[in-house]
């Protein structure tokens, strides 16, 4: 096995090159070389994640399309639909891939041959060897080789960032091209970081409950082991209540079960995570976030309920992304300060989020400031009338006025999706 990545292509040909002409001089002289691992232990009605040996990150479908053709990357593990796979067993020792939010099968473009094809999803072919993968088993780890290249599957260049391309490769056992099966629903652990969940992950039962009377202030990480805080304020509306946590900028805050009352919930005073967070009961808002210049905002994870007014309230700078989140029951997930009284231009994302009704809108935010939001794989739940708006425009003020209401819906410019963004269940 190579235990470090080679430092260019070239080097790493030679290594294959000289493995082909090994192989082929002892079968030469009538040895048999045995390459083929016995198979995995698959369980074939389950959904596993394929964690790569080299990064940690596992495989997934890019942008969580469902399109034909959509091509594989790795991403840090949330367990969404997008990085669950079930093995298809096809016979002879064979398996399809079939990914659980689009049911498409991995194959690999073009049913190429070559080093370096990209591996994507597409729609099952059974006469498709491309879409066929043998399974060999490496120190606790598998390797996935395709049946009609004789290739293995591969993060390129062994990249251990977030995007990092899977494709096809010839087989050199490098840790790039090793996969760690995990089983949906066993002790493995979640996402990295924290836990992360998707959006359809079941809401997490307390490990213990804490009552708090003051704010508990973080910098650095704290993690609340999925206990429930509770104490703070009335678990109204009223706008002067102290928050359950306040971050420092850079802090994050994961694994926490924030029970009523909780004040006005976590205020964040400069970048911030909030990883795997859930809200029983939304008082005044769920997170307030605030500073100046250019701060970055992430939301992984968790949940969020019965919130009257807001979700998220965006008073400061910079950009927030809410991803992997749920919420149901609920006024609007994201506002962009309307009336502040010091403004600036906001950008919110919002993607792989789950609403669920009742609800008045997903996002709203002041085109004045030059506010975008940004939508992708939005799923809401239970408007069959579609009375959720995604995007309110409004002109906003520093004056403490209600800003006025000035639009909905996508124009391409300010409120940006298309119709493929949202899913209506």
Request: aromatic share 8%; charged share 15%; with cysteine.
């Amino acid at each position: 096995m190579l235990d470090n990545p080679p430092k260019n292509r070239r080097r790493r040909l030679g290594v294959v090159a000289l493995t082909a002409l090994t192989t082929a001089a002892l079968g030469a002289v009538g040895v048999t070389v045995a390459n083929q691992a016995s198979a995995a232990s698959i369980d074939t009605n389950a959904y596993y994640v394929l964690q790569n040996a080299n990064s940690g990150k596992v495989l997934e479908v890019y942008n969580f399309s469902t399109a034909d053709g959509a091509k594989l990357n790795q991403w840090a593990r949330n367990d969404g639909d997008w990085q669950q796979f079930k093995f298809l067993d096809m016979g002879s020792g064979f398996y399809r891939l079939q990914v659980k939010h689009s049911g498409k099968v991995v194959n690999i473009s073009g049913s190429s041959t070559a080093d370096g094809a990209q591996a994507v999803v597409s729609n099952g072919d059974r006469n498709a060897y491309s879409q066929y993968w043998s399974i060999q088993d490496i120190s606790g780890n598998i390797q996935l080789i395709n049946r009609n290249s004789g290739k293995a599957l591969e993060i390129f260049e062994w990249s251990t960032a977030d995007g990092g391309n899977a494709v096809q490769y010839a087989d050199i056992n490098g840790a790039n091209q090793q996969w760690k099966l995990i089983k949906i629903g066993s002790s493995s652990g979640g996402g990295s970081g924290g836990g992360t969940t998707g959006p359809n992950a079941p809401w997490p039962s307390e490990t213990g409950s804490v009552k708090v009377s003051s704010t508990t202030s973080v910098s650095g990480t704290f993690d609340g082991g999925l206990k429930r805080y509770y104490g703070i304020g009335d678990g109204g509306q009223s706008e002067s209540q102290d928050p359950m946590f306040k971050l420092a900028n850079g802090a994050t805050l994961q694994n926490v079960i924030i029970g009523a009352p909780a004040g006005d919930g976590v205020h964040c005073d400069g970048s911030c995570t909030l990883r795997n967070v859930w809200w029983l009961d939304v008082g005044e808002d769920a997170a307030t976030f605030r500073g100046s210049g250019s701060p970055t905002f992430l939301v992984d994870g968790g949940g969020a309920r019965s919130a009257t007014d807001k979700v998220f309230q965006h008073n400061g700078a910079g950009t927030l992304t809410i991803q992997n989140f749920q919420v149901s029951n609920f006024g609007k997930l994201y506002r962009s300060c309307g009336n502040c009284s010091t403004q600036y231009k906001r950008t919110v994302i919002i993607k792989n989020t789950k609403l669920t009704a009742p609800g008045s809108s997903v996002a709203g935010i002041n085109t004045n400031y030059g506010d975008t939001a940004t939508f992708s794989g939005i799923i809401i739940v239970g408007d069959s009338s579609k009375k959720i708006s995604i995007c309110d425009r409004f002109t906003g003020n520093n004056s403490g006025n209600e800003p006025t209401k000035t639009g909905s819906g996508a124009d391409g410019t300010y409120c940006k999706y298309s119709s493929s963004d949202i899913t209506y269940q």
